[in-house]
């Protein structure tokens, strides 16, 4: 019986968990499955309570899952606490312990919703990509610190480090991925100013001479930043370090209409994680209007790459999609036309698809 810890979090993230949840269950009882779960405390919700945005209980949980389920942590609440005391410090520490290095961010253009992106339709029509995002190394876990502090002099610093192997395991990422795809791979640097990112150039051709079936090419991130919006379709797979992927997939995600709708798998040597693209959302949590689709095609994700259920995977994606095409939206892709449901009703609507 496959175990999912669940982690909830803060703002937005216990309304659409619950609806994760329901979801789950509609799957366990149409195809005979059993899910175990165990929710735990993450993010300022785990500060408030622990005094640590991953305390230990949650941590001991990770040992004995098989899949982990986050909806999103963070808020106004604890944004003055010390680093070690913020809820996202918790989030890079999971990321860290988990060695969870490789982000997959599948980014499909709904046909439905082509007319609610701030793109005109013909641009993002056919558009479907998957962006790889280095998770683990980078600019957000090198060196960090300030000098000379208090003085007009004062310096502030972060580096930005990659060794051949983060390289090379990422980029291999990306080139297995495009295999079941369009077989085409975009690598993402800066390659003109850093030097890590000629590092990344160099291991990109390396490993691109194993897959000869595979075309690549390479990607300027400012190039990239403005073609991903000006022609989409050109892209297949697209990989690229932590700083740069965090950035491209928001902006990818705009793409489909909201950032409510982006499901991700993080994958490494250990238990993988899934978790929707978005943050906590403080602006509506508590009103119940959130977008719950990030989160439960992240099941689906789940589904297929922890547990091989394909065919349940398969009926998660294809319920989402119906009840979009039916015209049940919430707040953030609704239209004149549609009609307008809550984060609960959504979730109910993707469980009776599933169910019929
Ligand atoms: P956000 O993604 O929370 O919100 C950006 C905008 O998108 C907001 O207007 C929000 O209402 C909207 N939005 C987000 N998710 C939505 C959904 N499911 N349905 C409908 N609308 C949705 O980003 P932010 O405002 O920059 O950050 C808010 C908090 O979340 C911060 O504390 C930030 O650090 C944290 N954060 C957490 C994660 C994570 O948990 N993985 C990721 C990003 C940001």
């Known amino acids: 019986m496959p175990k999912i810890v669940l982690l909830p979090g803060d703002g937005v993230g216990p309304e659409i968990l619950e609806e994760a949840t329901r979801v789950l269950n509609a799957v366990a009882q149409k195809y005979g499955r059993t899910f ?3 929710s735990c405390p993450i993010g300022g919700i785990a500060i408030d309570e622990y005094g640590d945005p991953l305390p ?5 949980a990770f040992e004995s899952a098989d899949a982990i389920l986050l909806a999103a942590v963070g808020g106004p609440k604890w944004d003055k606490e010390t680093a070690a005391r913020r809820p996202e410090t918790g989030l890079l520490r999971m990321r860290k312990a988990l060695g969870a290095y490789a982000n997959i961010r599948p980014v499909a253009v709904n046909q439905s919703l082509v007319d609610s992106s701030t793109l005109r ?3 993002l029509e056919g558009a479907d990509m998957v962006i790889v995002r280095e998770l683990t190394g980078g600019l957000y876990f090198g060196d960090k610190g300030r000098k000379q502090t208090g003085t007009p002099e004062e310096q502030a610093f972060d ?9 090379e395991r990422i980029v291999r990422v990306a080139f297995d991925l495009a295999k079941g ?6 690598s993402v640097d800066k390659a003109n100013v850093l030097e890590s990112s000629r590092l990344w150039r160099e291991v990109v051709e390396q490993v691109a001479a194993d897959y000869p079936e595979i075309q690549y090419e390479h990607a300027l991130v400012d190039s990239c930043a403005m073609q991903l919006i000006r022609n989409p379709r050109q892209y297949d797979v697209v ?3 932590n700083m740069f992927g965090d950035i491209l997939s928001d902006e990818a995600a705009m ?11 993080s ?19 508590g009103k119940g209007i959130a977008n719950p689709s990030g989160i439960i095609l992240s099941v689906a994700m789940m589904l297929r790459h922890s547990f091989g259920y394909e065919a349940e995977a398969a009926a998660v994606e294809s319920a989402v999609g119906k009840v979009i095409e039916q015209g049940y939206r919430t707040a953030d892709i609704c239209r004149p036309q549609d009609k307008r449901v809550s984060t609960s009703e959504f979730g109910s609507r993707v469980v009776e698809a599933l169910r019929a």
Do not use: C, F, W
């Not at 580096?159 to 390289?167: H, P, V, W």
């Open 181 to 186: 795809r369009r077989r085409k791979v975009t």
């Open 159 to 167: 580096t930005l480090i990659y060794s051949r192997s983060e390289i």
């Open 56 to 60: 230990e209980v949650t941590l001991q």
């Open 239 to 241: 990989v690229t370090e």
């Open 121 to 123: 339709p013909e641009v």
């Open 267 to 285: 994958l490494g040597n250990r238990v993988a994680l899934y978790e929707p693209i978005h943050g906590s959302a403080p602006d509506i949590a």
């Open 36 to 38: 175990e779960y165990q």
């Open 255 to 265: 793409l489909t209409g909201s950032i409510g709708m982006l499901p991700s798998a």
